[in-house]
C-alpha cells in the first residue's frame, strides 16, 4: 500500500460540465475526508465518512456537490455544473480510528481542478 | 465553532537562526493539535501532534491552553525546513474533522 491515490491528478473541464475524482485511502483506514484547497488558504474542509457512512455533510459548498464510499473503501466526489469558482485543489485524507481514539491524517497529493 | 488562526503568511529567517511560527485557535471542547508540512510540489505531511509530545526535524510545539496557542519551534533553522506550514485543529472526541489554518510559508536563507 503506498498511501491515498488520488485520479486523476489534473482535470481541466468546461463551465456547466460534471466533474467526478476519485480517492483509494489507506486500505486498514476506516475514515476519509474530503478538503479543498484554493490558493492562499489551508485545506477547508468538505465532507467525511466512517467506512461507508457519511458522517458530515453540511459543508459541502453548494448542492451541486456530492461524495459517496459506497462499500466503505475508495471514494468519489462529484461536481456538477461546474463553475469557475469551483477551480481549486480537491484533497483527500485519510486516518484511522478506534474507539474515540483518532491517528492522524495521511493526505494524497489531489486532484487539481480546472474549469474554463 | 473551530478556528485556527496562523498570523503570518510569511516568515523569512536566516540560516542558523531561531524560529517560530504562530499558532492560536478557538475550540468550545478538549482540542487536539497539529501541525502539518507542505514542502515545494509534495503532499501535506504530518510534523507533530500535541498529544504524542514529539520532536520531528527538531521541531517542537507545546499547547498553551491559556494562551489558546500552539505555536511551532524550532532552534536553529535549516535551509531544507523552508516550506508550507498548517497549524491545525481537531476534537479529541474524535468527531471533529481536522480544520486547518491558512499556512505561514518559511524561508529560510543562506
Known amino acids: 500500500d503506498t498511501g491515498v491515490s488520488q485520479d486523476p491528478r489534473h482535470k481541466i473541464t468546461k463551465r456547466g460540465q460534471n466533474v467526478t475524482f476519485r480517492c483509494d485511502p489507506i486500505?486498514?483506514?476506516?475514515?476519509l475526508y474530503w478538503y479543498r484547497q484554493t490558493l492562499g488558504q489551508g485545506p477547508e474542509f468538505l465532507t467525511y465518512f466512517q467506512n461507508e457512512a457519511q458522517l458530515e455533510k453540511s459543508r459541502l459548498l453548494s448542492d451541486r456537490f456530492s461524495a459517496e464510499r459506497p462499500k466503505g473503501s475508495f471514494s468519489t466526489l462529484e461536481i456538477q455544473r461546474t463553475e469557475q469558482g469551483d477551480s481549486a485543489m480537491y484533497l483527500c485524507?485519510?486516518?484511522?480510528?478506534?474507539?474515540?481514539?483518532?491517528?492522524?491524517?495521511?493526505f494524497g497529493s489531489g486532484t487539481r481542478l480546472t474549469v474554463v | 465553532a473551530q478556528r485556527v488562526t496562523q498570523p503570518e503568511k510569511l516568515l523569512s529567517v536566516f540560516k542558523g537562526a531561531p524560529v517560530e511560527l504562530k499558532c492560536n485557535y478557538s475550540?468550545?471542547?478538549?482540542?487536539?493539535l497539529f501541525w502539518y508540512v507542505q514542502y515545494s510540489r509534495q503532499r501535506l505531511q504530518l510534523l507533530l501532534r500535541h498529544i504524542s509530545r514529539e520532536s520531528i526535524k527538531g521541531f517542537t510545539a507545546d499547547l498553551n491552553k491559556g494562551e489558546t496557542s500552539f505555536h511551532l519551534k524550532k532552534p536553529f533553522a535549516q535551509e531544507e525546513d523552508s516550506a508550507m506550514y498548517y497549524c491545525?485543529?481537531?476534537?479529541?472526541?474524535?468527531?471533529?474533522?481536522?480544520?486547518f489554518g491558512k499556512g505561514t510559508r518559511l524561508s529560510v536563507i543562506a
Open positions: 491545525a485543529l481537531s476534537g479529541l472526541e474524535g468527531n471533529t474533522p481536522l480544520v
Open positions: 485524507a485519510s486516518t484511522r480510528m478506534t474507539g474515540i481514539t483518532i491517528y492522524g491524517y495521511t
Open positions: 475550540y468550545s471542547g478538549s482540542p487536539e
Open positions: 486500505s486498514e483506514h476506516n475514515r
